[in-house]
């Protein structure tokens, strides 16, 4: 079974910046989960996508906003992006909204200078 | 909000000797996990723990769940060069969200 395939690997943007980053599910999982790392810290959670609905949000503005597919892939979308947004960005896929059985993705790496 | 301290930040030990971290929080989780991360890799989980006062191992890792279900520790046995990274508890507080310790980032001399 493929595990959870993130892109891109690395991004750099300029403040003030949209970006979308992109991630797929390990198969047979329906829900996801993203979590900003910043550099030196641990993960902290964005959202949940379960069945294509958002199911719990962390501490993080509207500017950041997600979606999930039919096929249970999922995007994140961030706006006006500032230079805290600088992070490691990691997408979680489990079965049913299962915390423990996390897979995480390898990570996008987001510059905004 | 929710935070965890996990301590201690970093360590450098020898390669055979023994390792202890943990964590502490200041309010009651359901459910705790420690995660391995290595450099350009998301964590990976090592133990799952469920119940206060549950100890459980998993090769040369042993970790336990506080009785007061604030805090865990996680101890690997007659470390190796593997064992090199950077270690995270995790609590699941009960919504749908894990909350992260700052991470333990563990070196070893050979």
């Known amino acids: 079974e493929t595990g959870v395939t993130q892109s891109p690997t690395h991004l750099i943007k300029t403040r003030g910046q949209q970006v979308t980053l992109r991630c797929s599910s390990q198969?047979?999982?329906?829900?996801v989960s993203w979590y900003q790392q910043a550099l030196g810290q641990g993960p902290q959670f964005i959202f949940q996508y379960y069945r294509e609905e958002e199911n719990g949000r962390g501490n993080f503005p509207p500017r950041f906003s997600g979606l999930q597919f039919p096929n249970y892939s999922s995007e994140l979308n961030v706006n006006a992006l500032e230079l805290d947004d600088s992070a490691l960005y990691l997408c979680?896929?489990?079965?049913?909204?299962?915390?423990?059985?996390?897979?995480f993705g390898s990570g996008t790496r987001l510059t905004v200078v | 909000g929710q935070q965890l301290n996990q301590s201690p930040q970093s360590m450098f030990i020898q390669e055979g000797e023994d390792v202890s971290m943990n964590c502490t929080s200041s309010?009651?989780?359901?459910?705790w996990l420690w995660y391995k991360q290595d450099p350009g890799e998301g964590p990976v989980l090592l133990i799952a723990l469920y119940k206060a006062g549950e100890l459980t191992s998993n090769g040369r890792l042993t970790a336990q769940f506080g009785i007061t279900r604030k805090d865990s520790f996680l101890n690997i046995s007659a470390s190796i060069p593997s064992d090199v990274g950077i270690y995270f508890c995790?609590?699941?507080?009960?919504?749908?969200?894990?909350?992260f310790g700052q991470g333990t980032r563990l070196t070893i001399n050979p």
């Open positions: 995790a609590g699941h507080p009960g919504a749908q969200k894990l909350v």
């Open positions: 198969s047979g999982h329906n829900t």
């Open positions: 979680a896929s489990s079965s049913d909204r299962d915390i423990v059985g996390y897979t």
């Open positions: 309010s009651i989780f359901n459910t």
